[in-house]
């Protein structure tokens, strides 16, 4: 909770928003930033239970619980049968979300964190650095519609991932850019494309990708890897359309398709 202040008049409590967390911490994370992943050993613990459970998403009332990868956990029974997900991280949730939502065959989005040691954490857990997450969005989408290859051109456009530990002002590992893939073919294709946009990069100056590419371990039949995220970060920017996005891509196009390896 937050507290303001009237003069002569009583303290009022209002509750604290995902804003107001955000900027509370953004000055210190930025000062006490950590530049490399946890161990598992060090991370935090887990917490008994998920920050979110039975969300909704904000612009099509899609189910996000439990929004998991078909591969690693349950599948939720209001979803399609061909929806397939793609996990990805690119900086703060809050913009990179809306990079996705509107693309055509895409059935919804959630974000949540992804690639670390600590079970259903939460915000501030994961800004501290010490949970091994980054923040990440969950894509759920038609493959006969849109292709893995085609969320990957976005993923690389709407970022820059030769940044390392930070996207722009947002420093520390939870901004990293990464890809968590579902199957091995998910995995051959990240890493392709990887290697396709890191020669579009190097003709334009940019420097080597950082972009960490691995399987979404699933640390149980239960536990997917990924967690939702408190209900205020889902499709912030559909609530909040002036709130902070932080992101701004190199400007350099993602080849795809057959064309691209090799190019």
Not at 58 to 77: E, K, V
Not at 82 to 94: H, I, S, Y
Not at 135 to 149: C, K, R, T
Not at 166 to 173: K, L, P
Request: aromatic share 10%; charged share 20%.
């Amino acid at each position: 909770m937050i507290r303001i202040f009237f003069f002569g008049e009583p303290n009022i409590a209002v509750p604290e928003s995902a804003y107001d967390i955000r900027m509370g911490l953004f000055s210190d994370a930025r000062a006490h930033a950590k530049l490399t992943v946890i161990s598992p050993e060090d991370a935090l613990p887990g917490n008994a239970s998920p920050v979110l459970r039975g969300g909704k998403n904000f612009l099509n009332g899609a189910p996000l619980d439990p929004l998991a990868p078909s591969d690693h956990g349950p599948r939720n029974a209001a979803w399609p049968e061909d929806v397939a997900t793609a996990v990805f991280g690119g900086g703060c949730f809050w913009g990179f979300e809306k990079a996705f939502w509107s693309l055509p065959g895409v059935f919804a989005t959630a974000v949540g964190y992804a690639g670390g040691t600590t079970a259903n954490p939460g915000y501030k857990q994961v800004c501290s650095g010490r949970t091994g997450h980054a923040e990440v969005v969950l894509v759920a989408f038609h493959p006969e519609q849109i292709s893995y290859q085609q969320l990957l051109a976005t993923f690389w456009e709407s970022h820059d991932p030769t940044q390392g530990m930070r996207q722009g002002a947002d420093v520390g590992t939870q901004y990293r850019s990464v890809v968590l893939t579902a199957d091995a073919e998910q995995q051959r294709l990240a890493e392709e494309s990887r290697d396709s946009y890191q020669r579009e990069l190097g003709n334009k100056g940019f420097g080597t990708i950082s972009t960490e590419i691995r399987p979404l371990v699933a640390p149980s039949a239960e536990d997917s890897g990924f967690y939702l995220a408190e209900e205020d970060h889902q499709q912030y920017l559909a609530k909040n359309p002036s709130g902070y996005c932080g992101h701004g891509g190199t400007g350099v196009s993602c080849p795809i398709g057959l064309g691209a390896k090799g190019a």
